[in-house]
């Protein structure tokens, strides 16, 4: 008698085969179907300069932006949280050491600190003149001169295209990277180089606003947030504000 066992078995493993290559056939076809840019604004197929084009193009003509985070230079590291608009800012710019507020309408430009930061010291000592000009100045909002040299530095950190151009410049050859979800955001990612030059995420949704950049070389991480949103900017009432007149003292910070 001649057995056709065998025969059933190969004919079941056959079967079982075919349906574990049909499934992943199925489950292969399935994920290259899906559109990763479903949803979105479209800018994740273009080319990367392209995508930094309309970036741009969408920061420059957004009426408000907030940016927190912190840049790193040769002066130091500093955590900013400012509110920017086409017509001024204010926010804080802190360091490890100090801190001040920072106020700008139009081409006034007002800083706020504590008595500390306007206390000049010489060997460790600061004169009694010195102490009184500090205690006037202290927790009040100081007009800086248009022609101080600090002027055209403090007035950087509010000057929305300045700061923005900036920020935004990614250095070497730009390279999209990969798809992240930021702040709330689904995002595609640019970069400088491999990512040495820097690196920005763009969302997906909505304009393709920039919403976060790392500066290449350790150079800080900034958010940006509440693109579009007005920015109130009021001037500091007469008996808040201290008008020095000439160049400003020296300060600790």
């Known amino acids: 008698m001649t057995s056709f ?8 493993r056959t079967a079982l085969a ?23 604004n479209g800018v994740g197929k273009l080319s990367a300069e392209q995508i930094d084009t309309k970036a741009r193009a969408a920061a420059d003509s957004a009426d408000g932006v907030r940016l927190a985070g ?15 608009s086409d017509k001024g800012g204010t926010g804080s710019v802190s360091s490890k050491k100090r801190s001040f507020v920072l106020l700008r309408i139009e081409d006034e430009l007002f800083i706020k600190a504590d008595a500390d930061f306007w206390l000049h010291e010489e060997d460790g000592k600061a004169g009694r ?15 800086v001169p248009e022609d101080d040299p600090s002027y055209r530095q403090l007035r950087g950190f509010t000057d929305k295209k300045v700061l923005l151009d900036g920020l935004l410049t990614l250095h070497g050859t730009l390279n999209k990277g990969a798809r ?3 702040t709330g955001h689904r995002t595609i990612q640019l970069l400088g180089g491999k990512g040495e030059g820097g690196a920005l ?3 997906l949704e909505g304009k393709p606003y920039p919403v976060r950049v790392a500066r290449g070389g350790g150079g800080g991480t900034v958010t940006l947030a509440d693109w579009g949103r007005a920015v ?6 007469d008996d808040d504000t201290v008008d020095y007149g000439g160049e400003l003292p020296k300060s600790s910070g």
């Open 5 to 12: 066992a065998p025969a059933v078995r190969n004919h079941r």
């Open 18 to 40: 075919v349906m574990l290559c049909g499934g992943l056939i199925a489950a292969l076809t399935a994920c290259a179907g899906e559109d990763p840019d479903k949803g979105t």
């Open 70 to 84: 912190t840049l790193v230079s040769k002066g130091g590291t500093y955590m900013l949280n400012m509110k920017l």
């Open 129 to 143: 003149s010195d102490q009184e000009a500090a205690e006037k100045l202290g927790g009040k909002y100081v007009k």
């Open 180 to 182: 992240d979800t930021v």
């Open 201 to 203: 995420d763009v969302s």
């Open 232 to 237: 109130a900017l009021e001037a500091p009432q």
